[in-house]
Nanobody, 126 residues
Framework: EVQLVESGGGLVQAGGSLRLSCAAS????????IGWFRQAPGKEREGVSG????????NYADSVKGRFTISSDNAKNTVYLQMNSLEAEDTSVYYC???????????????????WGQGTQVTVSS
């Protein structure tokens, strides 16, 4: 059974940092793409960043480029999202997801992802 468990969310002031973790189990971790998404109340779920755990290639939404960094520790079956210079607009529930349709193309369309975690709340106060 595929399981994705997010952690690391919380309340932070604007300009601050948080690191989210996505612990995965139930599949061969180093073979697929893991993505981070977020959804604010009343808005569509949007892709934030993705990484191929196979070759390390990454992708970022324009809104987070230069502020967020995605990384993977294959020995720990965990993907991280380091979020710096946080803004009020980053306030959302953050989800990680696994894409079993590709090994090397970290797209950010939620329709490409097969399994999802339960989410972790990130709140940025201005």
């Amino acid at each position: 059974e595929v399981q994705l468990v997010e952690s690391g969310g919380g309340l932070v002031q604007a300009g601050g940092s948080l690191r989210l973790s996505c612990a995965a189990s139930g599949f061969t971790f180093g073979d697929w793409v893991i993505g981070w998404f977020r959804q604010a109340p009343g808005k569509e779920r949007e892709g934030v960043s993705g990484i191929s755990t196979s070759d390390g290639s990454t992708n970022y939404a324009d809104s987070v480029k230069g502020r967020f960094t995605i990384s993977s520790d294959n020995a720990k079956n965990t993907v991280y999202l380091q979020m710096n210079s946080l803004e009020a607009e980053d306030t959302s529930v953050y989800y990680c997801a696994a894409n079993f349709g590709t090994q090397v193309v970290p797209g950010l369309s939620r329709h490409e992802f097969d399994d999802w975690g339960q989410g972790t709340q990130v709140t940025v106060s201005s």
